[in-house]
């Protein structure tokens, strides 16, 4: 364990050591070589190390992973594959998994984003009229399961979800209710394909339902007042004032919220794979199947799955640069 | 509204006296009604974690027996034997003792080399004239949103070829690649932002720009630097993907957790300690810091 914080240490003085190095060395050669335009050259230096970083991680293994598509299995770094055109996509597209993680996929970034925004603005709403304190107090403990891990979550909600046969006692607090309050029978929640899907997204929707709240609560505040007073002198009551005239003040922080919780849905995997035993009886999903199809050897198989989600992220990423330019434009 | 606008509504709400427009007043029936609400939420909100924190000081034999809502009954056998128990339990190799140390090793460097890097790219976008400086820019943002499961194939071929897959340093910068668009997008954002004239008389004082980048621009720059910090450093330490598949030297906190989970039954009396070990770290860090956790993720909720 010593070597091991040794090793941490050396990494975190060599990892900032080594970038300022870098930054100093390379600002020091444009000073003494650079004869034109020598700031020009400077933000090159400034910028190559994190253009460097993000090419190397993302940028590359994007068409590197769509290129691994056209190519057979059984590929371990290159060697031993075969180019095979699309028989990949077209194993994909018939096998049945496919579309059932697809399917889920599509119900989680429904649902998950709904119910997290609703929730998030029932509370931002409530908690504005109480007490300083309370507020900050109350939406504390709603924002919390934000610092938890998704694996962290499964742990908390499985306490929640067991199931135990009717002879034992109940260990799960939904059957401790549903037995012990309702007399029924107890439910395996995470095994009935009817709605294992949707005990699995509450836990997404438990922890991101904080994160809707902060920011829509932020929103909420800033409304101005006077455009509120108005609509009341104007004898609104408040659901009226809170539909027709914050709701659409705050339309936009909404989307945005909205967006950044589906595109993080987009890519569930821990819940599913940890509370959902790796997408069983029924739930998997399309990062799901993607890692299955990886630890199985099959890149060419798996990068398809990956081919999807990137399909579905192309909007936002068309999404984000347009705001980009926007807010450009406005500067 | 952009993120940037966000961003400044999110400040607004640091301010604590800032001056409340009450919906309809805090008196009378709105407020009752609010006040029931937000209690309901907050019960039922909370619930799950009283569970786990109960749960995790109840004796083996009553975890097994009966729901965590009875420990009213048995409450002297509640005990601390399971925290001292899972620390020393070993799952897919590693103690939970050592797994809380990986972790460690795992976040801190994977917070601190990405912040730099991010830094003097994100002065050169804002204060810097160069060609293609905003198609540059807009590869970023594009980068915010690109799921990182294209990384794992290509990426592991590389490291294989290397000789640092599953290790350290892997990880490292793997995350520090994964980091990088929102570090330099949110940096921006803020570095952008500073006044004009301050860099201005800084030039005309005779700086260069690695100066003013390093005397100027970061003492300025703490508060966006902290917030960058914070979200980085619980996302590497919740991560379970990243460390599922590029670390193999042995476990995190999130795989051995995993790992304890698949043993389910034998062990509940341990998970829910262990998993609560694990949570103390993000949820003190949570609480010490939620004004630059909060501003962290409003400027950032265009990330992918």
């Known amino acids: 364990m010593g070597a091991v914080l040794v090793r941490a240490v050396v990494a975190i003085t060599l990892g900032v050591g080594g970038a300022y190095a870098l930054f100093w060395l390379g600002n020091a050669l444009v000073d003494r070589f650079a004869k034109k335009d020598p700031d020009k050259i400077r933000a090159g230096v400034f910028v190559a190390p994190a253009m460097f970083v993000v090419g190397l991680f993302l940028v590359f293994p994007l068409f590197e992973t769509i290129r691994l598509t056209f190519y057979s299995n059984n590929q371990v770094r290159g060697e031993g594959r075969a180019f095979v055109g699309l028989d990949n996509y077209t194993a994909v597209l018939s096998d049945q998994v496919f579309f059932s993680s697809l399917w889920n996929n599509i119900l989680w970034m429904i649902f998950v984003p709904s119910f997290a925004v609703a929730i998030g603005l029932a509370a931002a709403v409530l908690s504005d009229k109480l007490k300083p304190r309370w507020e900050n107090f109350s939406k504390s403990l709603v924002f919390l399961p934000m610092a938890i891990s998704f694996v962290g979550a499964s742990v908390v909600w499985q306490l929640i979800y067991n199931w135990r046969p009717p002879s034992e006692g109940q260990t799960g607090l939904l059957n401790g209710i549903w037995v012990g309050v309702f007399g029924g029978d107890p439910i395996a929640w995470l095994d009935r394909t009817a709605f294992n899907d949707f005990a699995l997204m509450a836990v997404m929707v438990w922890l991101q339902a904080g994160f809707a709240m902060v920011l829509l609560s932020a929103a909420i505040k800033s409304v101005p007042e006077d455009t509120l007073e108005a609509a009341r002198i104007d004898g609104a009551s408040e659901i009226q004032v809170f539909w027709r005239i914050i709701v659409p003040q705050i339309a936009s922080t909404i989307v945005v919220v909205a967006t950044t919780i589906l595109i993080l849905v987009l890519k569930v995997f821990d819940i599913v794979s940890v509370l959902g035993r790796g997408g069983q009886f029924g739930t998997e999903v399309i990062a799901n199947t993607f890692y299955t199809q990886f630890e199985s050897g099959n890149y060419g198989t798996a990068g398809v799955y990956v081919v999807v989600l990137v399909l579905m992220t192309i909007p936002f990423m068309i999404l984000n640069i347009r705001r980009f330019r926007e807010q450009e434009a406005m500067r | 509204m952009s993120a940037s606008a966000v961003d400044t509504a999110a400040r607004d709400q640091e301010q604590k006296n800032v001056a409340k427009f009450g919906l309809g007043g805090t008196e009378g029936s709105h407020s009752w009604f609010a006040r029931s609400g937000m209690f309901a939420l907050v019960l039922v909100w909370s619930l799950p974690t009283i569970g786990l924190l109960v749960s995790s000081f109840r004796s083996q034999s009553a975890v097994v027996a009966s729901g965590w809502w009875t420990v009213l009954s048995d ?230």
């Open chain 2, 75 to 304: 409450l002297g056998t509640l005990t601390f034997q399971n925290y001292a128990d899972v620390l020393s339990e070993t799952a897919g190799g590693s103690t939970l003792a050592e797994a809380f140390v990986n972790t460690f090793v795992v976040a801190v460097p994977a917070t601190v080399i990405p912040i730099l890097i991010a830094a003097f790219a994100a002065y050169a976008f804002s204060w810097m004239e160069f060609p293609g400086r905003e198609t540059l820019f807009i590869v970023f943002v594009a980068a915010l949103v690109i799921p990182l499961q294209v990384a794992f194939i290509p990426i592991l071929n590389i490291y294989g070829s290397v000789g640092i897959a599953g290790s350290f340093l892997g990880v490292w910068l793997a995350h520090a690649g994964f980091g990088m668009p929102l570090a330099v997008y949110l940096l921006r954002n803020y570095i952008g932002s500073l006044p004009r004239e301050v860099i201005e008389s800084a030039k005309i004082d005779g700086a260069s720009h690695f100066q003013i980048f390093w005397q100027l621009i970061i003492p300025l720059s703490v508060p966006a630097l902290a917030s960058f910090a914070i979200f980085q450093f619980l996302w590497t330490w919740n991560d379970f993907l990243v460390a599922l598949i590029m670390f193999n030297e042995g476990q995190v906190a999130t795989t051995y957790l995993a790992q304890l989970i698949g043993s389910f039954g034998q062990q509940a009396h341990l998970l829910t300690a262990g998993a609560f070990i694990t949570m103390t770290v993000p949820i003190i860090v949570f609480f010490s810091l939620q004004r630059y956790f909060v501003r962290g993720l409003t400027a950032g909720s265009v990330k992918g």
